[in-house]
C-alpha cells in the first residue's frame, strides 16, 4: 500500500465517530459505566409526581422495569414529547449507571433517543 493510501485510510478511522455497542435492554446492568446504544421495547413513559422528572421504562412497567430512560426537567425542552414512545422499540444511547439497584441512562438531547 502506498504511503498516500496509508494517510487516506488512517484520516478516515480518525474521522469516523465512534458508535456505542447495542445492547438489550435486560443487559444493562452488566454495562454500567459504559457508553452504550440500549435498544428495547418501551413499556410506559410516565412523569414524577413533582413534575420533574420523565421516565421511559423498558422491560416492565415501574417499579418492575429492567431500565429506565430518565429525563430531567431541566432537559425536557431540550429532549422533547417522549409520550409516544410506549410500545415502540427504542435506542437510547448515553453512559449506564444505577439508581436504587436498577440500571438507567440520563438523557439530555433529543440526539439520544431513535425510535425505530
Known sequence: MTRTAWIALLTVLVAAPARAAVIP??????HVGHSVTVEGLVSEVHTARSG??????????YPNQTFT????????????????????????????????GK??????SRDQIRAK
Open 69 to 100: 430512560g430518565v429525563i430531567f426537567e431541566r432537559s425536557a425542552a431540550a429532549v422533547g414529547d417522549v409520550r409516544r414512545l410506549t410500545g415502540k422499540t427504542v435506542d437510547i444511547t448515553g453512559t449506564i449507571q444505577m439508581y436504587e
Open 52 to 61: 420533574k422528572e420523565t421516565f421511559i421504562d423498558m422491560g416492565g412497567m
Open 25 to 30: 435492554a435486560s443487559a444493562a446492568s452488566s
Open 103 to 108: 440500571p438507567e441512562l440520563i438523557i439530555t
